[in-house]
Nanobody
Framework: QLQLVESGGGLVQPGGSLRLSCAAS????????IGWFRQAPGKERERVSC????????YYADSAKGRFTISRDSAKNTVLLEMNNLKVEDTAVYYC????????????????WGQGTQVTVSS
């Protein structure tokens, strides 16, 4: 079965850090662009960051630049999102998403979605 499984969400205070993990099973990430979307209550789902698992090329939304870092662990077939200096406005459900190329990842359709993990930033 082809699936993405996220982990690492939770509750953190403003200024804190979290690391999200997205593990793929049933397929190899090396041939995909994989990254994260997020959706806050009452808002549309938005892109956060992605990485081309083959080339290492990355993309960051303006809201993530300078604070988030995406990386891949090919041996574990996993992608990580390190989030630092978290803000209240980062509160959302974070979804891992994979597509076969960057155009599809940015504009759709997404080939695989994870189930989502909650990130809450609150004092």
């Amino acid at each position: 079965q082809l699936q993405l499984v996220e982990s690492g969400g939770g509750l953190v205070q403003p200024g804190g850090s979290l690391r999200l993990s997205c593990a793929a099973s049933g397929f190899t990430l090396d041939r995909y662009v994989i990254g994260w979307f997020r959706q806050a209550p009452g808002k549309e789902r938005e892109r956060v960051s992605c990485i081309n698992s083959n080339t290492g090329v990355t993309y960051y939304a303006d809201s993530a630049k300078g604070r988030f870092t995406i990386s891949r662990d090919s041996a574990k077939n996993t992608v990580l999102l390190e989030m630092n200096n978290l803000k209240v406005e980062d509160t959302a459900v974070y979804y891992c998403a994979a597509s076969k190329d960057l155009t599809r990842w940015m504009s759709g359709p997404i080939d695989y979605w994870g189930q989502g993990t909650q990130v809450t930033v609150s004092s």
